[in-house]
């Protein structure tokens, strides 16, 4: 089911995502940036959010994990207008927005990757222990790549089950 809230007060991206996931204060660093982007690419207007008005109706996806919706984040009647919807077309560009990203991180990744192993005979032959520092570089290296991974599979999933949000909501509509 899709959730939405009201958009009332928040100056920044990440103070809206605190209030639709209801993190606290001291929540980590990068579970914010996740809530933040859940919501960055649910609405992307949002990328703008000082020239959205009070009250406009912001979808807080849900992502799994521990980044729930909030109880306030509950659902509400919204007119279901033709402009009110993400198109198939919409919703697949900013997918490929995300999949170019993930390609874009793999691939520096893989790059540092290739760089190091080239270097690393070198960087042997002059710094002493230099060999375990490379390759605790290539392992964060390959953490990145995994990560990117991941990361792709979840957001392919939120935009699977956007997709569908959507087409029911057109379906209600006609």
Do not use: W
């Not at 209030?19 to 690419?41: D, P």
């Not at 002059?126 to 990361?151: C, F, S, T, W, Y």
Request: glycine share 6%; hydrophobic share 45%.
């Amino acid at each position: 089911m899709l959730k939405f809230i009201k958009l009332e007060s928040a100056a920044k991206v990440d103070d809206l995502a605190a209030l639709a996931y209801q993190l606290k204060s001291n929540t980590a660093g990068s579970t914010l940036t996740a809530a933040s982007e859940a919501l960055l690419i649910a609405n992307p207007a949002l990328r703008d959010l000082k020239k959205l008005p009070k009250g406009s109706v912001v979808l807080v996806p849900d992502i799994g994990g521990k980044l729930r919706p909030a109880k306030e984040a509950e659902p509400v009647e919204i007119p279901l207008g033709g402009s009110g919807l993400l198109t198939d077309k919409q919703i697949a560009s900013l997918a490929n927005e995300v999949a170019e990203a993930g390609r874009i991180a793999k691939e520096r990744a893989a790059e540092t990757a290739a760089t190091l192993k080239a270097a690393q005979k070198a960087i042997a032959e002059h710094v002493p222990d230099a060999e375990k520092v490379v390759e605790q570089i290539l392992a964060n290296a390959k953490g990145v790549v995994d990560a990117a991974r991941e990361k792709e599979k979840s957001m392919r999933k939120v935009f699977d089950k956007m997709a569908e949000d959507m087409k029911r909501l057109r379906e209600l509509q006609s």
